[in-house]
């Protein structure tokens, strides 16, 4: 009699359970009785699947699926083109996706699932229809989020576009062949069913995934590469590959390679082809439809050659892209009726793309002007802002307690350091003259090692776990790393499993799990109180197991050097356990399985460029509250004001998806975007100017100065303009804001102010360096700008005041009470404030009208659109890009007032400025501190507004930012 397996009966259970209780109608109510009584009535009909169950694991899951909600994706999309034609019918006995859904059933949640069917069904649906005869073009772009599940969406969008009739299907995967073979692995199980380590033809089928046990066999797909690590499509393959529009459909996974996407070309050409044009004596596909899916979309996709136009805005014809971005164009060029969606989480450089780019030999670029997907990611999915919390008023908030900061790697001229942020490629890591590692990693592997053994005692035997080592981008300095780290874990490994010497090594790990593991799950178990983690085990458990777990790690190199790779696939029924140390093979698109420590001190300061480096944003369901992240306090703070400005980004995106705005539109006010402008300089187009619109922005000031001499000119700046605009409108103004009445005591409001006079204060008030977004000479340019053009020509002025602070006289006859704001300890080089802004300030201009209509749009958009538990009441006031737009561009019965600007001024107690510096002079004035509130803009392209032209250079930028890698 065979084994029985254990985890085959515990999936079956699963699936039945949760069967049972979506028939019984208890979705709002799944307790852990009701699961209980549904276990016995299955194992009742199957008593065989009882043997060595785990019917805890089976509840816990079962909670935690039930416990799931998922947000409805937005969209914005163009209708030029394109007959609407998916309904009900046409997806009547789709086996592909039936075969898929099953098979993810057996892994997510239904709520999870039925999310995927949707946002597949959307973004099929904007599609052309395959077996539309005449000729056709869709181009397209899905945005989720880093490690989200875009390989999931985009692998249930292949199996519903062949069922639907598309032929020929190519997966542009990532530009290593260990990130195509993680590609094609996945569409095995998910699409084709089959494992393709044979070549095409061969009868010796091993059936996976989807297709496990033969299901469907006799609707097999056919597949021209293979799962293998030289499995790409190559010349053999090319030569002797055949295809007729009557066999079922075709898929290629290729990489992103000059070699392989030109064999791909000529092949379509020489092979596929099947007419030529008369006119251009071009070979043409008619009779096949293409659809190409492009992972990691704004990954050598994007041309940085930067076309050029004339004056009335035609493409130069005889521009020659950039070699890949040529190639994926002239393949979509190359079939008459052809669709094309790119993947990715960091969409700024896609949006770069110019609207009107093409040319005769490549067609359009690759811009989506047929639709943007904005993907909603589920409430388990551990993102940026979940990591390290959204600024708020009362400074950064809702982070997770896993952030550990690295100390010792912060560079001091008296001591060199282990990995400075710039070294050579010959640089040796050592830690104060010596050939190991630092303190924190050491630290930073322990907290692995320790995870791994709790994972292993929560009955996670069969999951992998991963750490992922990410501190340089040079090959020598990775092998470098990769010998200390093998080095150091043999010493653990040694003295734990042969007991000598180990005291010091048990003493270390003990610390940290009292210090830090038992009070971190603590903390996770109150705040998490839905989805609490499970109860940590004694030491003593963990001391028992901890020798198994070391004799299982593998420090393994990821990099463009490395001939070993990490075969999740193949490790059988136990997980792995790997420490791996890498460079640009681990900073994009390669899935960490189980990441549960991450070693990460590389500085890069683009947007898309770190967001791609974040590999532990994702899902860890079980283990949560074991991860951890080691990193820089300057890492911290960047990857927090990613988080922001990516949501700031969505709130945008879902306003104007609200609005019924098109792509295009949305890609003008990206590229005007004053911080999400941080692409590669390349990917924007432009080697010396970047035009800014501010419209309907946000700025405020956090980084300030200490030093006299500047708080000095600023305290003048002030006064200056106080005397210039005379007496205030109101003092102690209030308003009517819902159900209350909301009052700011002890401030002083100001309107109809000329916009001559904020120009004169912004031209005379400096701003700190590391204040890079606010910078004063293009704020007070842009103003001018659009003042010119008949907006932001009377504006707001409000000066913030307190009823308790310490009063100071800022103006002929104004005297406010200070505003006390505790500056960031670990930032050493100024007075760096987590939020300036206060939300209800930023709407004191708005009427009672205004205000509620301000809210009506916050909900209506919150309500449609937002991620959140469907039992979470509505929003209570409106949100910030609700107030600028309706303020710019009016609502329902609101007169639109783009001509108001608002100008906020805060007066801020030095004493808390010197707060971690010890004394300060007595004479110190106050410190200005200000925020403005732009209306958007009726004005330029498409209600974004005018643009100020921003000069910068290559040196510049990669001194502000690093290199685009």
């Avoid at 909670?63 to 163009?78: D, H, N, P, Q, V």
């Avoid at 178990?525 to 020798?547: C, K, N, T």
């Avoid at 990821?558 to 696939?569: C, F, H, R, V």
Wanted: glycine share 8%; hydrophobic share 40%; with cysteine.
């Amino acid at each position: 009699m065979p084994p029985v397996d254990t985890n085959e009966n515990q999936n079956r259970v699963l699936k039945f359970v949760q069967e049972l209780l979506l028939d019984g109608n208890e979705k709002a109510a799944v307790t852990a009785a009701a699961i209980s009584e549904q276990i016995d009535l299955v194992l009742k009909m199957k008593p065989s699947w009882g043997a060595d169950l785990d019917r805890t694991a089976v509840t816990d899951e079962l909670i935690r699926r039930f416990s799931l909600w998922i947000g409805k994706e937005t969209t914005m999309a163009s209708t030029i083109g394109h007959v609407a034609w998916l309904n009900a019918d046409r997806k009547q006995n789709w086996r592909y996706w039936q075969r898929y859904r099953d098979w993810m059933e057996e892994k997510l949640s239904w709520t999870a699932v039925d999310a995927l069917d949707r946002s597949t069904d959307t973004i099929l649906g904007f599609l052309e229809d395959p077996l539309r005869a005449d000729a056709w073009d869709r181009r397209g772009l899905v945005v989720g989020h880093v490690q989200s599940g875009k390989t999931g969406s985009y692998t249930g969008l292949i199996c519903k576009a062949a069922d639907a009739g598309y032929k020929i299907i190519v997966v542009l995967a990532g530009l290593h062949n260990n990130l195509r073979s993680q590609t094609q692995i996945r569409l095995d199980e998910g699409f084709l069913g089959f494992a393709t380590t044979t070549q095409p033809g061969s009868d010796a089928v091993e059936y996976v995934g989807a297709g496990r046990n033969g299901r469907d066999a006799g609707i097999r797909p056919n597949c021209a590469t293979n799962r293998s690590d030289a499995g790409d499509f190559n010349k053999r393959i090319a030569k002797h590959l055949a295809i007729t529009p009557e066999q079922r459909p075709w898929l290629f996974v290729v990489k992103k390679n000059k070699s392989v996407l030109t064999l791909l070309l000529d092949w379509i050409r020489n092979h596929a082809a099947n007419v030529v044009e008369a006119d251009t004596g071009r070979r043409i596909v008619t009779h096949l439809p293409l659809l190409v899916i492009d992972d990691e979309a704004d990954h050598a996709s994007v041309d940085t050659g930067g076309q050029a136009f004339d004056e009335e805005g035609n493409p130069d014809e005889e521009h020659e892209p950039k070699v890949i971005n040529s190639l994926i164009r002239r393949i979509l060029n190359a079939f008459s009726r052809s669709a094309y969606v790119g993947y990715t989480a960091t969409p700024f450089a896609n949006i770069f793309i110019h609207e009107r780019g093409a040319t005769f030999e490549e067609g359009p670029d690759l811009f989506p002007a047929a639709f943007i997907v904005n993907l909603a990611a589920p409430s388990n999915y551990v993102g940026p802002a979940r990591v390290f919390g959204l600024t708020t008023a009362q400074g950064r908030q809702g982070g997770l307690p896993l952030v550990r900061r690295v100390k010792d790697q912060e560079s001091a001229e008296e001591r060199p350091v282990w990995m400075p942020v710039k070294h050579k490629v010959s640089h040796r890591p050592r830690h104060e003259g010596r050939d190991e590692l630092p303190p924190s990693l050491v630290e930073a592997i322990d907290a692995f090692l320790i995870a791994c053994a709790v994972r292993l005692l929560r009955g996670q035997l069969d999951e992998h776990s991963s750490m992922l080592i990410h501190v340089t981008r040079f090959t020598y300095v990775q092998q470098e790393v990769h010998r200390q780290v093998s080095e150091h874990v043999r010493q653990i490994r040694q003295r734990v499993l042969r007991g000598i010497d180990a005291e010091e090594v048990w003493s270390r790990l003990h610390t940290l799990w009292q210090q830090d593991f038992v009070p971190t799950t603590a903390v996770l178990r109150e705040s998490l109180a839905d989805d609490p983690p499970d109860d940590l085990p004694s030491w003593e458990a963990v001391v028992s197991v901890f020798g198994a777990v070391c004799d299982e790690v593998n420090v393994q190199l990821i990099n463009g050097t490395a001939k070993a790779a990490l075969d999740y696939a193949n490790s059988g029924n136990r997980g792995l356990t790997v420490i791996a140390i890498g460079g640009d093979k681990l900073a994009r698109g390669l899935t960490l399985e189980g990441l549960c420590c991450s070693y990460f001190l590389r500085a890069s300061r683009m947007y898309d460029t770190l967001m791609q480096m974040g590999r532990w944003f994702g899902y860890r369901p079980g283990y949560l509250d074991l991860c951890r992240l080691y990193t820089t306090q300057d890492l911290t703070e960047w990857f927090g004001h990613i988080a922001d400005a990516a949501e700031e980004l969505r709130e945008e995106f879902n306003f104007m998806a609200a609005s019924g705005l098109t792509p295009r539109e949305f890609g003008l006010k990206v590229q005007s975007h004053p911080v999400l402008m941080i692409t590669s300089q390349l990917k924007m187009r432009s080697a010396q100017s970047l035009y800014l619109s501010f419209s309907g922005q946000r700025l405020q000031t956090v980084a300030l100065f200490r030093q006299q001499r500047e708080l000095q000119g600023n305290a003048r700046a002030l006064w200056r303009l106080l005397e210039s605009i005379g007496k205030p409108s109101e003092s102690d103004p209030s308003r009517q804001r819902g159900e209350v009445r909301q009052k700011w005591a002890g401030s002083y409001l100001w309107t109809d102010v000329a916009a001559s006079k904020v120009i004169a204060f912004l031209s005379e008030y400096t701003t700190h360096p590391a204040a890079r977004r606010v910078n004063c000479a293009m704020l007070s340019a842009f103003i001018e700008l659009m003042s010119r053009s008949g907006e932001l020509t009377e504006w707001t002025i409000a000066l913030m005041g307190t009823t308790d602070g310490e009063k100071r006289e800022v103006g002929p006859g104004v005297s406010v009470r200070m505003n006390r704001r505790s500056g960031d300890p670990d930032i050493k080089g100024h007075y760096s404030i987590k939020v300036l802004l206060d939300p209800t300030d930023e709407a004191i201009d708005l009427s009672e009208e205004e205000w509620n209509a301000a809210l009506a749009v916050t909900r209506t958009i919150w309500q449609r659109n937002a991620v959140r538990p469907v039992d979470e009441s509505d929003p209570k006031t409106p949100s910030s890009v609700a107030v600028r737009q309706v303020r710019g561009v009016g609502a329902p019965g609101i007169t639109p007032h783009p001509e108001r600007g608002v100008l906020i001024l805060y007066v801020l107690d030095p004493e808390k400025a010197y707060e971690e510096v010890g004394s300060f002079p007595a004479d110190t004035p106050p410190i200005v501190a200000f925020g403005i509130s732009f209306p958007a803009s009726t004005l330029g392209d498409d209600h974004l507004g005018l643009k100020v032209e921003y000069k910068v250079n290559n040196v510049l930028w990669e001194q502000e930012y690093g290199s685009a890698d």
